[in-house]
Structures are given as C-alpha cells and as structure tokens.
C-alpha cells in the first residue's frame, strides 16, 4: 500500500482563536473579510452562527471556536471570516485574528503527536507544524463539517433570499 505523499512545503493561512495558533492550507482559502452582519439561522446547530450575504452570495458562517469546542476572545476589531472552500461548498469561517500567510516545509510538520497541548479534538488535526518558539495545529477543513451538516446549511440557505439577509 503507497503512503500518502506529503507536501514539500505547506502554505498556510494562520489565524487565531483564543490562545492556540491554527493554520489552514491557502489553496482552500477564498478570501479573508471583516467580520459583517451574520444573520441568524434558526433551527441551525449551535456551532453555526448564521448566514451572511457577501456581494451577492449567501455563505454560512462557522463558529470556529464553538465547533472545535475551544474558547475564543470577544469579538472585536480583528476578528476576521475566513471564507473556505470545503469539498463542494464555500462557507465562512469566524476566527480571532489572522495574523500571517506561512509556507512550512514538510520537515517542520508532525502527524498528530499525542503529547500535544491542545484542546481541540484530533480527529479536527491534520498535523502540528512546529516552528522555532510557536506551535500550529493544522486543521483538516474537510472534516470540520460533516456532509449532513453541509446539507443542512445548504437548505437553509436555499430557503432564504439575499435580499433577506
């Protein structure tokens, strides 16, 4: 069975959520706004903190720090949506800070060390970048939401018009 060939080098998006430093590879990243007017959705997990309307296309947005059950500072001026491709879907996703575009080489990523001080859970982690007095947890986007939350989302978002939002 063939290993999974891994990167040369990773280009991530770093951003904060309360004390922990996360990165997220570049290619799943659309843009990164200003936080806007997120519009509630009722009936939507907890995680999910509603919808926004940016020029024209409706996106949900995630509460990063509630979905990986970590907590975050308030919001403020630097908190930032990082618009993401997943899979299929485009969604936003509402973090601290974002405070750099990183490339990584390979050599400085580790598989998921059990020995890590983090409070998300692993199966979020897709490895631990280590650079010379900071630690990055890499997150696997693709399994921050499940195709039946996607779903969900998606028909919600059906259900509403931009003009509502």
């Known amino acids: 069975m063939a290993e999974k060939q891994k990167p040369k080098e990773y280009q991530l998006v770093v951003f904060t959520l309360g ?11 659309r843009e990164i706004v200003r936080l806007v007017q997120i519009t509630y959705l009722p009936k939507a997990p907890a995680f999910i903190e ?6 024209g296309q409706v996106l ?3 509460d990063l720090s509630k979905r990986l059950g970590i907590s975050s500072r308030e919001r403020g001026e630097n908190t930032r949506i990082i618009v993401v491709e997943v899979g299929e879907n485009t969604v936003g996703m509402l973090v601290d800070s974002v405070s750099e575009v990183l490339r990584l080489p ?19 982690i897709r490895g631990v970048g280590k ?3 900071r630690l990055l947890v890499l997150l696997d986007l693709n399994r921050i939401l499940t195709p039946d939350e996607v779903q969900h989302v998606e028909r919600h ?9």
């Open 19 to 29: 004390e922990e430093e996360f990165g997220v590879d570049i290619s799943q990243v």
């Open 131 to 133: 650079l010379k007095d």
């Open 60 to 62: 949900a947005v995630i």
């Open 50 to 55: 509603g919808v926004v309307n940016l020029r």
């Open 106 to 124: 390979s050599e400085f990523v580790e598989e998921v060390p059990s020995l890590v001080e983090t409070e998300v859970p692993e199966h979020y």
């Open 157 to 165: 978002i059906k259900s509403a018009s931009p003009r509502e939002i």
